[in-house]
């Protein structure tokens, strides 16, 4: 259990680091004047790839649309922005991501369509209703046959993990059911 | 460890028994449990010697340090049992016994510290778990919200069209270098292309609309339905808005698997879905969920908060501070909405550790930069006008405005909640989202406002008009003679941009207006902030261009004539939408603090406090003039959560005898008695009975308390010793004393269940008012509470009674019955795992239901009541 928890922090650390050590990219930054119309001259956009000190009109409006004495005069109207961006960070971000719901979304047939489509050939018809019904525990005396042999059982690796898959689905089975069926909670 | 933990509990509750209030100072609280434990000795001796069996001289274990000692010794049988002091799902915590169980974790570090250096390391690191706890939640925090905007922000352009150089950019990442210099073209670069130039090779025409049109749709379906899915099948948890479920859980609630890992991933993937679909819904909401389920998963690192469910709490308010703090990029702001919102108990130790998760968590998402404008949320911005005092006026209008929109909002979308709680139509929550997110995307993509981005479309709100004049919203008249008006500034006359706008920014309220509320409580990941912010930024919008033209075309009214020259700054209609947003929020919300915070930071600019100050406030007044209580305490009575409210106030002059079950009609309360039961006994009364905890008597005779035992302890401990202990069975003794009943001697082994039982409940005499015992519920956040009559029990009251009694007065004080139209009564069965705090030894089936029937009569269920609420809601403004 622990394990996981550590995966996940150092998942967390190596994203954070990977925004800081990927932000320096000489493609990703940019100055962006804005430069309202001007006597005859169109509005226009103007982006250059330079540094924060280098970000002001003079620098980046290139050419100058206006001659000489303008020149102050025009540049006063435009509005130049410093934006930087780190294109490694919202690479790895949206592979990530896609790759994640694409998992999901595999698991998701999987667990729909798949596996009750196998276990009805494996097994026959009437494991698979037994299956469904054993979810309650009712009784009083159960919860604590739970409580208990959960914390002494230490079976094998395997047993563990489809012990921990078992009781994953139970839990989703009954939030599935007081949140959609019998609409207890978050309605 | 457990094992001293465990037995040093009867030890500290003990001690407890004296003094109610929570004193840190320990000594003051042992010497004082001391000298009450005398007392009781010796009253026991006194009044009924020969009512108590022989052995029950229970005062040995009730001294100080020393007599603990002696127990230990003479319990070295006793092996811890594992599960006891947990609780079930769906049950209320004990807050008293979870503080006093970490107080005696805590002096016993301490005591143990000096005898080696590895004790000393161990003390440190449990010192430092709580900073690194919340450390390690803002860094989690962070970093998700950051993967949650950039994916967020991708998905929804992906509706409109793709970038081909890289595929995971999204449209503006995708010009980032490009260099279409003139205005109208600056959209258009060769590297983005929308799906109708992919498909149909034309990006203009009526056949090029139609493609886009049909794929925004098709995208919008999509997401919304994978959304759904990925909630239905794996995280049924993960959906809504999780405000309400939170601050329930933060009062003192056990919600299994509410804030576990399925839960975290499955709301982070899909609330990226869920926003790109184009629903009226936001991130922000979710964010503090997505925070909290940090909080919880990271404390599982730490013994001292995840045995402790009360210490996992303050973990919890940290990490929901950390949550907004990144939703809004406003860290303050976070601290502020969890103390004045969400937090039930709140020191001041947790406030500094919220204030730095909310700090580290900002510095991650700032790291990551997700916008590319160094800021944390799209729509920072930043006014340098100043206003004026005649303003005032149209901004109390706003919080006006805003204070209706959200009485309305929240009667009618509790009341569409309700519809759908009760009902059939419930039944279909993927239909449902589909449903809503087909409308939403068909009447969306014809109106500018409503096809982008709900945070863009704030975001173009809130902003002035620049030197680029882009939007419709812009476009002024120029006037040829003044050189002053052609540079942009503000008070110009409007030009048909300008009216044309204002045309879709009705349309786009009315349909926010709508669309919101039928789709706050979708089975999908879906938050509230942003589409009131939407609604309060269109209405103050238009408000602030109505009054901007007010001004240019009467500038000769005494209001003007003062304030505003010809051709000067004068009127910021951004500035009003930011007042609009703010009012509407704090109308649904009823936060105030928190939200003139959060609204500043996002502006950075400290004069425009008062107006948002004056807008919340009116806001919050005429909300209230209709209904005290904001969305989230009504989901969370909507619901049937036990909350305690604390900040409604309790002025009735009932006792605590008229409150406590057993009612004078119910059977009598059931009891143990504390060494004359059988396994086999105690067996069947727990099987006969539902409740969860049992008061402990010296006898059947003399009625006097000796403790309290909870069930699932009780339960857990028989099964534990069946396996264990030899020689237990069913017709064993129980005996609850120091030393066991004297037997005959072919009796079979007895059990000793002593170390489960509570002997320090909390107790009142029948004829305390109800006004304390509210209070010390709430301040000490009781689970249960015995009322007793010269030492005998009497009956039991639990926070589910105080509930129920709280809204029974209610009923009586001011009959709910607002409809007009017929009502019809729908009763809901209420399912015994939803009765948290049902520990009442008392049936009260019968008081359930009718409990039941009138919480849930409030407005009509049939087709014609919503419109008759909402008839009845404008006839009771004339």
Redesign the interface.
Known sequence: ??S??LL??FS??C??LL??VT?KNS?DI?CKC???PYRDV??????Q?VSLKDCNCLHVVEPMPVEGKDVEAYCL???CKY?????G???F?????LS??GL??LY?VY??LLEPMLKRRLFGHSQLIQNDDDVGDQQ??A???N??SR??SRPNMLNKVEHAQQR?RR??QE??K?????????? | MESEQLYHRGYCRNSYNSIASASSDEELLDGAGVIMDFHTTEDDNLLDGDAASPGSNYAMSNGGGAASSTTHLLDFLEEPIPGVGTYDDFHTIDWVREKCKDRERHRKINSKKKESAWEFTKSLYDAWSGWLVVTLTGLASGALAGLIDIAADWMNDLKEGVCLSAMWFNHEQCCWTSNETTFAERDKCPQWKSWAELILGQAEGPGSYIMNYFMYIYWALSFAFLAVCLVKVFAPYACGSGIPEIKTILSGFIIRGYLGKWTLMIKTITLVLAVASGLSLGKEGPLVHVACCCGNIFSYLFPKYSKNEAKKREVLSAASAAGVSVAFGAPIGGVLFSLEEVSYYFPLKTLWRSFFAALVAAFVLRSINPFGNSRLVLFYVEYHTPWYLFELIPFILLGVFGGLWGAFFIRANIAWCRRRKSTRFGKFPVLEVILVAAITAVVAFPNPYTRQNTSELIKELFTDCGPLESSQLCQYRLQMNGSKASEGGPNRPAGPGVYSAMWQLCLALIFKIIMTIFTFGLKVPSGLFIPSMAIGAIAGRIVGIAVEQLAYYHHDWFLFKEWCEVGADCITPGLYAMVGAAACLGGVTRMTVSLVVIVFELTGGLEYIVPLMAAVMTSKWVGDAFGREGIYEAHIRLNGYPFLDAKEEFTHTTLAREVMRPRRSDPPLAVLTQDDLTVEELQSVINETSYNGFPVIVSKESQRLVGFALRRDITIAIENARRKQEGIVLSSRVYFTQHAPTLPADSPRPLKLRSILDMSPFTVTDHTPMEIVVDIFRKLGLRQCLVTHNGIVLGIITKKNILEHLEELKQHMEPLVTSPAPITHVTLPLLPTLAPVSLGSASFGGLHETWCEKLLTVPGFKPQAFFSLFSHFLFSLC
């Open positions: 259990m622990k996981v928890f996940e922090f967390v650390l994203f954070v925004s800081t932000a493609e940019r804005i430069c309202p169109e509005g226009q956009i103007y982006k790839n109207r435009c509005e934006e930087e961006r780190s294109s960070t919202i690479k971000t949206i592979i990530m991501y994640i719901l999901l979304l998701m667990l729909t009083p005396f919860n604590a046959h409580v208990l914390s002494h994953w839990q989703v939030q599935r007081s949140v959609f069926d019998r609409h207890v909670v978050l309605s």
